[in-house]
């Protein structure tokens, strides 16, 4: 028996031997470059052969990095251009028929059609503060920056609408809607965008504007005091996007926008309500035209 096994090979043995032959890698020279690899025969290149140095390289395999992360932006722009087109045109829409809706809503207090407003709409985004709340997207300063830009948006819908009654809705439109010249203003006194021979054009023609509309509206009474709480709304509206940017990417934008309506909504109805002003829409036409303004 001890002859036997002393002359049978070690089957188990001489597999392992055949598995790690196997897994070693093929024996010559290999030189990596721009993320390639080249092999050369055991003992140096042929004669026949080019030196393994003097080889040329092929092109790196498929697009650059950059290829890849421009071709991506631009996919990822055209996924969002037809809802971003949707969005600016609802919002056109909503700003078209807002100013007569709550020319409608007279005679209720320009305050408290605002604040109900502000506070209806800030019961149908409700779910989204829910929502951050629950995934942690609600820090301190999520919370402080929002209360704060619910502040400004309260005022900028408190003079806006007040402005609606003492001077026409073309004006109080057209000002109330000069935030983006605004906000491109702010931007070139503190140096974070460089405005162009556009922006200076731009400016200009607003200016212009200004003065035309304010001497149309010199006969009227009252209506140089409603133009300006339009331009006050705009400025107070800039103020709400400033205090938005400063979260950047961070910014949950349905949670944050939720915030501010709710706390532009309170702060209107507490201030009409030490102004003794009644709470509520002064007949029913009024309540349906302050809920069309919310949708």
């Known amino acids: 028996m001890e002859r036997r096994d002393r002359g049978r090979p070690d089957r188990g043995l001489r597999a392992r031997r055949v598995r790690l032959r196997a897994r070693r890698p093929a024996a010559g020279h290999i030189r990596r470059a ?15 052969r080019r030196p393994c140095s003097d080889r040329p390289l092929l092109a790196p395999r498929g697009p650059h990095r950059g290829d890849l992360r421009r071709a991506l932006r631009s996919r990822m722009m055209q996924a969002v251009a037809p809802r971003v087109a ?10 078209s028929f807002a100013a007569p809706l709550f020319r409608l809503a007279a005679p209720t207090h320009p305050l408290v059609a605002a604040g109900l407003r ?5 019961l149908i985004l409700s779910p989204l503060i829910v929502r951050a709340h629950r995934a942690g997207r609600l820090d ?31 004006a109080s439109v057209t000002l109330v809607t000069c935030t983006p010249l605004l906000l491109a203003i702010w931007a070139a006194i503190t140096g974070e965008d460089r405005q162009g021979g556009v922006f200076f054009v731009a400016l200009g023609c607003s200016i ?9 509206d010199l006969a009227a009474e009252g209506a140089l005091v409603g133009d300006a709480l339009a331009l006050f709304g705009a400025l107070a509206i ?42 509520r829409p002064a007949s029913v036409s009024a309540a349906w035209a302050i809920a069309l303004c919310t949708l």
């Open 34 to 48: 721009a993320g390639q690899r080249e092999r050369c025969p055991r003992g140096g290149p042929s004669p026949q």
């Open 238 to 279: 800039a103020g709400y996007f400033l205090l938005a940017r400063r979260l950047g990417p961070t910014l949950d934008v349905g949670a944050f926008s939720a915030i501010a309506t709710a706390t532009g909504g309170l702060s209107l109805l507490t201030a009409a309500a030490f102004m003794g002003v009644e709470l």
């Open 140 to 170: 301190r300063r999520t919370v402080r920056l929002a209360l704060l830009a619910g502040l400004a948006y309260g005022l900028h819908f408190g003079a806006w609408v007040t402005s609606l009654t003492l001077t026409s809705v073309a």
């Open 118 to 122: 502000l506070s209806l709409a800030a």
């Open 208 to 216: 212009l504007g200004l003065v035309i509309i304010g001497g149309a």
């Open 86 to 95: 949707l969005a600016l045109l609802g919002a056109l829409i909503a700003l």
